[in-house]
Nanobody, 125 residues
């Protein structure tokens, strides 16, 4: 059983940067691929990107490719989402999620068995 807690959200101006963190506990973190999702008001939760258990592969939605970077530190049980060149349309609650047995490339919510509570990111224009 993995527990996930996100942090690092906040208010930032368009063009700015934020780094989100996700702390994992309660399981063997290195067994899990990790994903980041986001949900804007009135919209469905969508895949942002994911990372293999080893950190050796990352996957991104087209909307964030080239601006966002996912990394992980298995020694610290942490996964990160570095967000650069933020746009107002990036405003959403951001969630990290854990996937046992996968590679983090799946955009399906059902592929991830564990979820954090989310952290709000607001990008002002």
């Amino acid at each position: 059983q993995v527990q996930l807690v996100e942090s690092g959200g906040g208010l930032v101006q368009a063009g700015g940067s934020l780094r989100l963190s996700c702390a994992a506990s309660g399981g063997t973190f290195g067994y899990y691929a990790m994903g980041w999702f986001r949900q804007a008001p009135g919209k469905e939760r969508e895949f942002v990107g994911g990372i293999r258990w080893s950190g050796g592969g990352t996957y991104y939605a087209d909307s964030v490719k080239g601006r966002f970077t996912i990394s992980r530190d298995n020694a610290k049980n942490m996964v990160y989402l570095q967000m650069n060149s933020l746009k107002p349309e990036d405003t959403a609650v951001y969630y990290c999620a854990a996937q046992l047995g996968g590679d983090g490339s799946s955009s399906s919510l059902h592929a991830y068995g564990y979820w954090g509570q989310g952290t709000q990111v607001t990008v002002s224009s």
